[in-house]
């Protein structure tokens, strides 16, 4: 079956522009995640989504990042007044829910930000 | 707060010889530990977890990974590698709060030479 896509795979934009990135989970999938994965901090989770849940956005690392979950399926990450800092592989992922969470995440091949 | 451990940022390992990347864990309750592996420009792919049960646990592409609670390892084993499994490896450990995001290790680079 079809995996976890992510578009763009590649993104190149300039300081101060605000950029969207889009997440598609696996069908499903009632639990979505989004990590950053940078040179510098290694991979770290930004924020996570299950079902109608209100999302736990411990991880975004300033108020300029966001994200939605529509539907309880795609989920769209927003960056605003993108910084150089920013410059990552942004990865999404998505498991199956389940109590005590055992259940392995699935990733998507990222989208590659780069900030100018 | 839990953590991982990779104690090499790279490991060397002739083709048919078996390979072992490392990982040692620290948290609070029982651990639910997993290891992925990530081939350039790619995200990641997951390999095996370890839960409870068997402490040797068998994953894809013919690894394996031993869970040792005295130790707190859970080092991920092959016994004869490939050019092909040359890429980046990653443990991680659920992190008890609600969320189940995972942690991740550093990553160990894995180079395989013909």
């Known amino acids: 079956g079809a995996g976890v896509s992510q578009s763009p795979s590649n993104k190149v934009t300039e300081k101060g522009k605000d950029v969207e990135l889009r997440c598609d989970p696996i069908?499903?999938?009632?639990?979505l995640y989004w990590y950053r994965q940078s040179l510098g901090q290694g991979l770290e989770f930004l924020i996570y989504f299950q079902g109608n849940s209100a999302p736990d956005k411990s991880g975004l690392p300033s108020d300029r990042f966001s994200a939605e979950r529509t539907g309880g399926s795609v989920s769209t990450l927003t960056i605003q007044r993108t910084q150089q800092e920013d410059s990552a592989v942004y990865l999404c992922a998505s498991s199956l829910a389940g109590a005590g969470g055992y259940n392995e995440q699935f990733f998507g091949p990222g989208t590659r930000l780069t900030v100018l | 707060a839990q953590s991982v451990a990779q104690p090499e940022d790279q490991v060397n390992v002739a083709e048919g010889n078996p390979l072992t990347v490392k990982c040692t864990y620290s948290v609070s309750g029982n651990p639910y530990l997993f290891w992925y592996v990530q081939y350039p420009n790619r995200g990641l792919q997951f390999l095996l977890k370890y839960i409870t049960g068997d402490n040797l646990v068998k994953g894809s592409y013919g690894f394996e990974a031993e869970f040792n609670k005295s130790q707190t390892s859970f080092h991920l084993k092959k016994p004869s590698a490939l050019v092909s499994d040359s890429a980046l490896y990653f443990c991680a450990v659920r992190d008890g709060g609600a969320t189940n995001k995972l942690i991740f290790g550093t990553g160990t680079l894995l180079a395989v030479q013909p």
């Open positions: 069908s499903g999938h009632t639990a």
